[in-house]
């Protein structure tokens, strides 16, 4: 029996590289012109949801992701918060979802849209763009998240990911993706690489809170160690300050 983490969100606030104040920029974008319907494709536990239907108390939403705990995790967040009867959070795949949203989130989901993630293929910005465009009336706002290359892939980087420098493109190109499907971008900005530290040490918070609660001879400690430093190496030793996180705040047009 392989052994159990705590799950992300017990150190994570956002599952992406987002700090409270790019959070709180999105969140005014998204709520500003009195949206009724909101949707957040790969929701997660749905933090940025919850936060735009706060700001926007007589809009309604909805979250998709594959993950169960996650999505259970949010219903949580979203009773507690008085939202039960505004939010549909549910386990779906978004790839059958239909127009008619006034604003859209998709952070880090962009291969909805692609071939199957073990192919190892380059992220599918273009079809993923169009997709979205097509869900949005004109006028509509999307908030577009996805991986991009802060500075040319090295040898190191692309290891630990999908092994090949045409994986993801630069922020100026996602941009000019969007332009093509439809949009146009009000603001265009990347996650810190402070804001990466922290995404990551969350991440793997888990490693460390299971080493710190198991004996030392525990069978499985050999294995942890060793998870726990393979993605200190991925990060530290490879993908550090290469692979960002694009953030586009767009208009449909």
Do not use: N
Request: glycine content about 12%; charged content about 25%; proline content about 6%.
């Amino acid at each position: 029996m392989s052994p159990t983490f705590t799950p992300p969100h017990a150190d994570l606030t956002f599952m992406t590289p987002l700090s409270e104040e790019r959070a709180g920029r999105l969140v005014r974008f998204l709520a500003e012109g009195e949206p009724g319907t909101v949707l957040d494709i790969g929701c997660g536990w749905a933090e940025l949801l919850v936060r735009v239907l706060e700001a926007a108390p007589d809009a309604i939403g909805e979250g998709v992701d594959l993950d169960a705990d996650a999505i259970a995790h949010g219903q949580g967040l979203a009773d507690a918060k008085g939202l039960t009867d505004r939010v549909d959070l549910r386990v779906s795949d978004a790839g059958d979802l239909k127009g008619g949203w006034d604003r859209v989130i998709c952070i880090g989901a962009s291969q909805v849209w692609g071939a199957p993630i073990e192919e190892l293929q380059p992220l599918p910005y273009a079809a993923a763009l169009a997709a979205l465009r097509s869900l949005l009336p004109r006028g509509g706002r999307l908030v577009y998240g996805d991986g991009i290359w802060t500075r040319p892939p090295t040898r190191a980087a692309v290891a630990p990911l999908a092994g090949r420098d045409d994986e993801f493109v630069t922020l100026g190109e996602v941009a000019d993706l969007a332009v093509a499907a439809g949009f146009a971008p009000l603001a265009v900005h990347e996650a810190s690489l402070d804001e990466w530290d922290v995404f990551e040490s969350g991440y793997a918070a888990g490693y460390a809170r299971w080493l710190a609660e198991h004996p030392a001879d525990h069978p499985d400690t050999g294995e942890v160690h060793a998870l726990a430093e393979r993605q200190r190496t991925a990060y530290f030793a490879g993908y550090r300050g290469v692979l960002g996180l694009g953030y586009l705040e767009l208009l449909a047009v």
